[in-house]
């Protein structure tokens, strides 16, 4: 989105492209003060860079895959918005790969949108075209234009499947860019189009109740999946156990048999030290008569549920081990 100062109110260029990666449009340009004389000259003394069309680049400035996606947001015009996995990466979201041979060539490329019948056309950028747009499918992230969250993930519906399209949306729980409810709203009335799969929305949006919790990971939020799909009980999530000498924070815990599941990630266990705590945590609990299973992101699903299974029997609904007894009451 082009900010451009009212008369009287005139920021040099430079302060305009400290806030935007180095770059501005020619319009913001002109809009300080400049002339296309002057926007030229700089050009050939080299204090500004050939870019595309329509772009001012100041020369120094260290180039950046946003500055990339800036560049191409400006020159692609009004009206067009960063969309797609470009719009995943610049929420600041894991970049997920396309599921379909098909696809997996946009992955390459900085992806927009454009309201039909405008098709946009320029090297290194992927343009696609809609002619369904309601209001809050359009966002600004570090004031480039992009297709909100929600729209985002209708968008990526057909090319990440269910479990890709599922991740997405947990990401976006996690990080507050979404509600359940929002996207529910807004699938309700949305047409089947290119690229989107009715399909693939309706089933992850049915799979996530208002009270869904996504977890504080991925890994926390496929196990809450597995748990749910393959018919065990619900787990509480972030349940603490607590007594005068010892507290601990556990993922998932079943209190009634004192049975928990801890999603191991390396992101989080890189140091002695945690080695050490996650020890004294495991040893804590142990005593206290808890008994647990650890999962990790390399375990399949069909191993995460033979793991649940050794310990709870879904035909009887019971569990596989005697209630433990002890001084130490968990509480919630």
């Not at 500055?67 to 470009?86: D, F, K, L, P, T």
Request: glycine content about 10%; charged content about 30%; hydrophobic content about 35%.
């Amino acid at each position: 989105m082009e900010i451009i100062a009212e008369a009287g109110e005139r920021e040099s260029l430079e302060y305009i492209t400290e806030r935007q990666d180095g770059v501005a449009s020619v319009a913001q340009a002109i809009g300080s003060g400049l002339t296309g004389a002057q926007i030229a000259g700089r050009r050939a003394r080299g204090r500004y860079r050939r870019c595309r069309r329509g772009v001012v680049q100041i020369a120094g400035v260290p180039p950046s895959w946003r500055q990339r996606v800036r560049i191409a947001s400006i020159a692609a015009g009004e009206r067009v918005v960063v969309s797609h996995a470009s719009a995943v990466q610049l929420y600041g979201l894991e970049r997920r790969r396309s599921t379909h041979r098909r696809w997996r060539r946009n992955d390459a490329f900085i992806e927009v949108a454009a309201r039909d019948p405008r098709q946009v056309r320029l090297v290194g950028v992927c343009g696609h075209r809609s002619g369904n747009w309601e209001e809050g499918d359009v966002g600004e992230v570090a004031g480039i234009a992009v297709t909100s969250p929600v729209r985002t993930v209708i968008d990526m519906s057909s090319r990440l499947g269910f479990d890709g399209t599922g991740r997405l949306v947990d990401d976006m729980l996690r990080r507050n860019l979404l509600t359940i409810s929002q996207l529910r709203e807004r699938i309700s009335s949305l047409r089947p189009a290119p690229g989107r799969s009715m399909r693939v929305l309706r089933a992850v949006v049915a799979m996530r109740d208002d009270a869904y919790d996504a977890g504080e990971s991925p890994l926390e939020s496929r196990i809450r999946q597995v748990v749910r799909r393959k018919g065990f009980p619900s787990p509480t999530g972030q349940y603490w156990v607590r007594d005068l000498e010892f507290k601990v924070r556990l993922d998932f815990a079943y209190p009634e048999a004192k049975v928990y599941l801890e999603g191991d990630s390396f992101g989080f266990h890189r140091m002695r030290s945690d080695i050490d705590r996650d020890a004294r945590k495991r040893n804590g609990l142990t005593q206290r008569g808890w008994i647990g299973l650890h999962l990790t992101a390399v375990m399949t699903d069909a191993e995460i549920e033979r793991d649940l299974a050794s310990l709870y029997d879904r035909t009887t609904g019971r569990w596989r081990r005697p209630m433990a007894t002890n001084d130490a009451m968990p509480d919630g």
